[in-house]
């Protein structure tokens, strides 16, 4: 679909007449008005699913992102004849407002030729408001919190619902954080969704210094607001690949849950390269509704449900076992996050530069990992220094082999002993465990070192202690 510099151009079935086409509205990409309508017609597929039967909300800048845009609910006069338009009462706004239903792609070319940047869509339908079709998780961190904090949380949320058997999708916002989303059956309440986010945003806070859940401390520095209240009725969302009225024209994009990670910035998925993806992580999003677990929210175990900080903080890290592997070399499984095994330990014999033993438990789907230098302690009252790695797959407890010269930890891995382990007491800073090996068999713990200003300290080291009876 191309459209023409000049004059009107004919969009399917209607025509729009475009205006100021070399207008630059991102003066730093010099991205003009004629590259945004291109944009927009071009993503129609990917957002008219989500425009379908909402009445959304613009935000424009009809003299660029270097200037103040303004927010628009009415439709603006002289729309089109074949604009569709939903009129309901505006909290807000504490009147009736014409809203625009955006349906097909000859409406969007015409938004954007409004230099409607931004489009934001409601959590329910027109044809039934009150009763959402969507629940959104808004992971806002605070600075000096950033994007690296917001990947933590969303990670950590995901774990939780995989628990709630709850399908759920992340985007970037294009700002500063994350939109987790579920695709819900509209059979419940703005209230009941409220809530059921609030709780979800308690439990991670409970657990984890860096997460708020209230909205009086969402504005802590160094925090990341779980922010429940975007599931009132009245509140709206960026539409997935909507633009954002920022300098560098990013997106508010899909993402992959195993495309999350580390590093990521908001102007990485921009106008420019977001279309260029193969996939849509999103497919088939609206084929998942499903039913929310009030009751498995307050019933679930809390072992089961909880995590710790270290763990919050971890929750990406079979993403770092990936990144230090060339798996076209390595023979080490690929891995994911697995069910089952839950209650296996390993002891891997690890011939690298030296000689050490890695400990390995099994926990939320990976192997929990520490590599011991001087062997994993046999005799009660032995300890051992033991240095965190990071997790590796529950594959990896039945690797043997030789890792090649110039991979990660190069040398043979073999298994020097393997069991079952009974958790007893599992915090940040303490595990308690008793393990049943072939060779090993008894009480030990694992023990946090703490920082003093005695001694070099460094985050990721252990102590391994075989207990006395």
């Not at 459209?3 to 010099?30: A, C, I, M, Q």
């Not at 994993?376 to 690797?399: C, M, N, S």
């Amino acid at each position: 679909m191309v459209v023409r510099k000049k004059g009107d151009v004919s969009v399917e079935f209607h025509k729009v007449k475009f205006t100021n086409l070399d207008k630059v509205l991102y003066p730093s990409l010099g991205i003009t008005k004629y590259q945004i309508i291109d944009y927009y017609i071009k993503a129609a597929s990917k957002m008219l699913d989500f425009l379908q039967d909402r009445a959304i909300t613009l935000c424009r800048f009809p003299d660029g992102v270097r200037r103040e845009g303004f927010y628009e609910k009415n439709a603006p006069k002289g729309k089109p004849y074949w604009v569709k338009t939903f009129r309901q009462f505006s909290e807000s706004a504490r009147r009736d407002v014409e809203y625009i239903v955006c349906e097909d792609v000859e409406t969007l070319a015409w938004l954007a030729n409004l230099a409607a940047l931004e489009i934001s869509i409601p959590l329910s339908k027109t044809k039934s408001q009150e009763k959402p079709d969507l629940v959104l998780f808004d992971i806002d961190p605070e600075p000096p919190a950033n994007l690296d904090h917001a990947v933590d949380v969303a990670l950590a949320l995901k774990l939780k619902l995989d628990l709630l058997g709850l399908k759920s999708y992340v985007k970037t916002t294009g700002k500063k954080g994350l939109h987790v989303v579920l695709p819900i059956i509209q059979k419940y309440t703005f209230k009941q969704t409220l809530a059921f986010v609030h709780q979800m945003g308690k439990i991670l806070a409970n657990e984890s210094d860096l997460v708020v859940a209230e909205f009086r401390q969402s504005k802590v520095p160094g925090t990341v607001y779980v922010d429940y209240m975007q599931n009132i009725r009245s509140r709206t969302m960026i539409c997935p690949y909507s633009l954002r009225g920022q300098e560098l024209a990013p997106v508010s994009t899909p993402l992959d849950w195993q495309d999350l990670r580390k590093g990521l910035k908001a102007e990485d998925f921009n106008i420019v390269n977001v279309l260029e993806r193969e996939s849509d992580p999103w497919e088939g999003f609206f084929e998942s509704k499903q039913s929310l677990d009030f009751e498995g929210v307050l019933a679930k175990d809390e072992e089961e449900m909880s995590e710790s900080v270290s763990e919050v903080e971890g929750a990406s890290a079979l993403r770092e076992y990936a990144r230090k592997r060339d798996f076209q070399r390595t023979h080490e499984p690929r891995g994911r996050l697995s069910r089952g095994g839950e209650h296996v330990f390993v002891v891997q014999e690890h011939h690298a530069r030296s000689l050490h033993h890695d400990f390995r438990l099994a926990r939320e789907g990976v192997l929990k990992s520490w590599a011991v230098p001087k062997g994993v302690p046999e005799e009660a009252g032995t300890k051992r220094l033991a240095i965190q790695t990071e997790d590796h797959p529950l594959e990896y407890a039945e690797f043997e082999g030789t890792i090649p010269e110039g991979q990660y930890g190069a040398g043979m891995v073999r298994t020097w002993d393997k069991g079952t382990y009974k958790v007893k007491n599992w915090r940040k800073d303490k595990i308690e465990f008793f393990l049943k090996g072939s060779k090993l068999s008894g009480m030990y713990a694992l023990i946090k070192l703490k920082k003093t200003s005695m001694k070099s300290y460094k985050q990721n080291e252990w102590l391994l202690l075989r207990m006395k009876e």
